[in-house]
C-alpha cells in the first residue's frame, strides 16, 4: 500500500494547483459543480502523488508570472481542473 504525502502540504498544493487553473475548489463545491466527496477525493489523489516538489516548482513559477509554464504532465487532478476551468 502507498504512503500519502502530508495532508497539509497536500491541502495547500491541491488549493493553489486549482488556482494556478483559474479554479476556486472552494466555490465549485459551493456552487455544486462538485461534491464534498469529490472535494476530499482531490486532495487524497494529491496526496497519493509522489513528486510534490515538482508541482511546487511549477506553482511558484506560475504565481511569479511565468503563464507559459506547462502544467506538470502527471498531475492526478488535470482533468477534473481542466473541467472545471472551463466553468
Known amino acids: 500500500m502507498q504512503q500519502?504525502?502530508?495532508a497539509r502540504r497536500h491541502?495547500?498544493?491541491t488549493l493553489a494547483r486549482a488556482r494556478a487553473h483559474g479554479v476556486d475548489l472552494g466555490e465549485a463545491l459551493r456552487e455544486g459543480l462538485i461534491s464534498p466527496q469529490d472535494y476530499?477525493?482531490?486532495i487524497t489523489r494529491c496526496r497519493s502523488c509522489d513528486a510534490?516538489?515538482?508541482?511546487?516548482q511549477w506553482i511558484e513559477r506560475v504565481q511569479g508570472g511565468d503563464a507559459l509554464a506547462p502544467p506538470p504532465a502527471?498531475?492526478?487532478n488535470a482533468d477534473l481542473l481542466a473541467e472545471l476551468g472551463r466553468f
Open 74 to 76: 502527471f498531475c492526478r
Open 4 to 6: 500519502l504525502g502530508d
Open 40 to 42: 476530499a477525493d482531490t
Open 11 to 13: 491541502f495547500f498544493l
Open 52 to 56: 510534490p516538489d515538482i508541482c511546487a
